[in-house]
């Protein structure tokens, strides 16, 4: 079982930056993937970013340039930087991790999610 918790989410301007949080409540040494989905109202939900255990990442057309992953196994957390928002980026934001890595679909373990609104 992994326990994962978000926190960052909020309320900025278009051009502004955020900086997403997803703390286990385990170690995230052995964690084949952890990642970042989210979803918009009416749409399906979305990888954003995904990192492995060795460090390979997998980033949404969309984001690419503007967010980046990282996880800080010493920490058990993960972090999604997010710069140049955009009013499209709104939506609810969830983290995600798989005990082991077999491809770039989302894992059986997700948080709660946090709100992020881009204001235009």
């Known amino acids: 079982q992994v326990q994962l918790v978000e926190s960052g989410g909020g309320l900025v301007q278009a051009g502004g930056s955020l900086r997403l949080s997803c703390a286990a409540h385990?170690?995230?040494?052995?964690?084949?993937?952890m990642g970042w989905h989210r979803q918009a109202p009416g749409k399906q939900r979305e990888l954003v970013a995904a990192?492995?255990?060795?460090?390979?990442?997998n980033y949404a057309d969309s984001v690419k340039g503007r967010f980046t992953i990282s996880r800080e196994n010493a920490e058990n957390t993960v972090y999604l930087q997010m710069n140049s928002l955009k009013p499209e980026d709104t939506a609810v934001y969830y983290c995600?991790?798989?005990?082991?890595?077999?491809?770039?679909?989302?894992?059986?373990?997700w948080g709660q999610g946090t709100q992020v609104t881009v204001s235009s």
């Open positions: 995600n991790a798989d005990l082991f890595f077999r491809d770039w679909t989302p894992g059986p373990y």
């Open positions: 385990r170690s995230i040494f052995g964690l084949g993937i």
């Open positions: 990192i492995t255990s060795m460090g390979s990442t």
